[in-house]
């Protein structure tokens, strides 16, 4: 099983409105993630979108239909099409979401949330390690946002995740935003779920914007608020340099309005890391 590769730098996702200017290769980032899903076909203009961007930046892989806690185990003509998609591309990494989606008969297309039971660890860990194997390769898992928990919890989502870290030998794609809205929707400390993980296995920083309000929305729509850019600069003093990626998928602004963000990232991380120095 390959493992991940040592990589930071600083990304956008890779969305229609700004095909263009990625396939010339005019865009000054370091990597660009894709959303799996899109580009898991057997031809026609995304994947030709895709080829010609992977010809000029190193491309993440990023899905949201493994659900490796659905108690009907993997779907293995998924993965082997995610498979066919990495052997195309050669990813510098493929990750997904702690979470199901599906049931044997219906998929939700939603991040749908877990019990954090020794149950659903059993389901998630036997299912990763099912993937890695199938896929060759390890994953990334990313923290959902959450809306809802359960009565029946037996630990927090950070001793979840740092279990399946352990049990798995995979590794994690730290959404700070989701840390940020889990920890308001349901009265927790953000600093408490960054201590709790480990972060040597971080390999990989989202950062979005959500929609406020009694719970906050995980919408991926507007600019990541002041509190987000504030964990996110004690996250990457603990984490170190990790590729760090803006992620905007409605209300798509012009890609320089996204470059600026991102741009503010960068000074975050470079301060951080003149301080450590």
Same mark, same amino acid.
């Given at each position: 099983m390959s493992g991940i590769p040592s990589f930071h730098g600083f990304g956008l996702g890779?969305?229609?409105?700004?095909?263009?200017?990625f396939m010339a290769g005019?865009?000054?980032?370091? %990597?660009?993630?894709?959303?799996?899903?899109?580009y898991m076909v057997d031809g026609g203009r995304p994947l030709a979108v895709l080829d010609a961007v992977r010809e000029r930046y190193p491309v993440a892989m990023h899905g949201v239909s493994l659900s490796v806690g659905s108690a009907q185990g993997v779907d293995w003509d998924y993965l082997a099409r995610l498979k066919a998609l990495a052997e195309r591309i050669e990813p510098l990494w493929m990750s997904d979401h702690l979470c199901w989606t599906r049931t044997s008969a219906h998929n939700s297309h939603d991040l749908l949330p877990l019990p954090y039971t020794a149950e659903a660890l059993d389901v998630v860990c036997a299912n990763l390690a099912r993937a890695q194997d199938a896929l060759g390769r390890e994953l990334l898992l990313e923290n959902p946002s959450s809306y809802?928990? %359960?009565?029946?919890?037996?630990?927090a989502e950070w001793e979840f995740l740092s279990e399946v870290c352990r049990r798995t030998g995979c590794h994690l794609l730290l959404d700070v935003?989701?840390?940020?809205?889990?920890?308001?929707?349901?009265? %927790?400390?953000?600093?408490?779920f960054l201590a709790?993980?480990?972060?040597?296995?971080v390999r990989q920083i989202h950062l979005a914007g959500h929609t406020p309000g009694a719970i906050l929305i995980d919408t991926h729509d507007r600019e990541v608020c002041d509190d987000v850019w504030a964990?996110?600069?004690e996250?990457?003093?603990?984490?170190?340099?990790?590729?760090?990626?803006i992620e905007r998928d409605d209300a798509i602004p012009p890609l320089p309005v996204l470059l600026a963000e991102l741009d503010v990232a960068r000074d975050i991380a470079a301060q951080t890391e003149r301080r450590a120095a």
């Open positions: 890779l969305r229609r409105p700004h095909y263009s200017a005019d865009v000054p980032v370091d %990597f660009i993630e894709i959303i799996s899903e899109n809802c928990s %359960f009565p029946d919890d037996e630990m935003n989701n840390v940020y809205v889990s920890a308001r929707n349901h009265g %927790f400390a953000a600093d408490d709790g993980i480990p972060m040597e296995r964990l996110y600069a996250a990457i003093a603990m984490t170190g340099p990790v590729a760090t990626m």
